[in-house]
């Protein structure tokens, strides 16, 4: 699938857009001089005219079909990444750069499917809120059960890690070291004082902060013998 390289440039700005107004910074100098966009004052004025943003003396904002555009732009990108690096284990620069490619080609359809199948991440590997998206508000509402925080499990049970929320890279790198990664099945061992996790054949302390990280989905207990 072709973008035309005008809707591109909107679907970029106001992906930019989106993501100054999160730290505060979607002055009007900074969104066009900062912009990867070519051309990103006459872009922008396009998107004004058109009733997709909008000027406020220094601040840009967009407008609710700049919005929804922006929306789901920072939707698919942040769920490629979460995909290219948490799942599929590329480099940051690689998964960075697919992510930008195809952000602007994955169909609503595709998006959701794959974020189902990342089991609905709340965040990106940046830290960065994934906005939400249908699929999100059925599982909320119909499948919420199936995934759980790692630490409402019980002492004994096993599960497979679905997604991390790190507050930080540090503490996402930090504990993919240990081998705690999604995909990864584990067996929690105990509670408290500290969090005692079965990674395989070996057994990991984590901090009880970190453990408030881990998503996982539940797998049945084993049968006990007659």
């Known amino acids: 699938m072709t973008v035309p390289p005008e809707r591109e440039n909107v679907e970029e700005l106001a992906e930019e857009i989106w993501t100054l107004r999160e730290i505060g ?16 004052n006459r872009v922008l004025a396009a998107m004004i005219r058109d009733g997709l943003a909008a000027r406020r003396g220094d601040q840009v904002d967009l407008g609710p079909a700049g919005e929804e555009i922006a929306r789901a732009v920072v939707r698919r990108h942040r769920l490629a990444e979460v995909l290219l ?15 930008c490619e195809v952000e602007h080609v994955l169909s609503a359809e595709v998006t959701d499917s794959v974020c189902t199948f990342l089991g609905h991440p709340p965040h990106c590997p940046h830290a960065k809120p994934i906005p939400r998206g249908r699929c999100c508000e059925i599982f909320r509402r119909e499948v919420a059960p199936l995934v759980s925080r790692l630490m409402d499990l019980s002492a004994g049970e096993t599960a497979r890690i679905v997604f991390i929320t790190p507050q930080s890279r540090r503490s996402l790198d930090r504990i993919a070291t240990l081998g705690i990664v999604p995909g990864t099945s584990i067996r929690l061992l105990q509670k408290r004082p ?15 902060e ?3 990280e881990i998503y996982v989905r539940r797998q049945p207990r084993e049968p006990t013998a007659p």
């Open 210 to 212: 970190i453990a408030a």
């Open 25 to 40: 910074e979607n002055r009007y100098e900074r969104v066009t001089g900062g912009s990867k966009v070519a051309h990103a």
């Open 85 to 99: 690096s948490q799942v599929l284990a590329l480099k940051e620069e690689i998964s960075e750069t697919t992510a």
């Open 194 to 208: 500290g969090v005692v996790l079965e990674v395989g054949h070996t057994t990991v302390a984590l901090d009880q």
